[in-house]
């Protein structure tokens, strides 16, 4: 989707995505000391308000203005600061080396884009820095629910690993969220992968 498909996405609604960090992410980073994060394809900003929260220094990457704009209010409302940066992830470069930790939460792109924004990210991270990546699997399209529905934007473990270089994988597998779709119970899968540089 473009950035003007994404806008009209959001503006359709009060709150596209939950206010809550995700679930995946709040536990693989809650026992992370402080640093300097970058929040890829930030949205509404949930993850980059929680991490700043914490006491992370954050910076929160989207090209929908409609979305920076709520998270703009929301870390108002929070009482946080963070740096919100409006780009096309497939056009933007962070400094070599400046961010502890890389975060892409359900960032759905074609396979070659995918891999230029996490050779990016592995690039921006400094040495001990982690990425967190938490997406929806392919497999989510046979026994899971939600997510997008074209197999080119959806990844599986393996994918990532090969995408991300050098870095040192400290996890990588499917993980399994409950969510209820027309009042029934169903469970979603996606793909996290942690890895340090």
Known sequence: ???????????????????????FVAETVATLPPGRAVDLGCGEGRNAIWLARRGWQVVGVDFSTVALDRARAAARDAGVSVTWVQADLSEWQPEPGSFDLAVLAYLHLP?????????????????????????????NLTVGVGGPQDPAVLYEPDDVIGWIGDLTVERAEHVYRDVEVDGVPRRAVDVLVFATR
Not at 2 to 23: F, H, I
Not at 118 to 136: I, N, P, S, T, Y
């Open 1 to 23: 989707m473009e950035a003007e498909e994404w806008d009209a996405r959001y503006a359709a609604t009060d709150r596209l995505w939950s206010a809550e960090p995700n679930v």
């Open 111 to 139: 396979a070659e884009t995918m891999s230029s924004v996490l050779a990016k990210a592995r690039e921006a991270l400094r040495d001990g820095g982690h990425l967190l990546l938490v997406g929806h699997a392919r497999m």
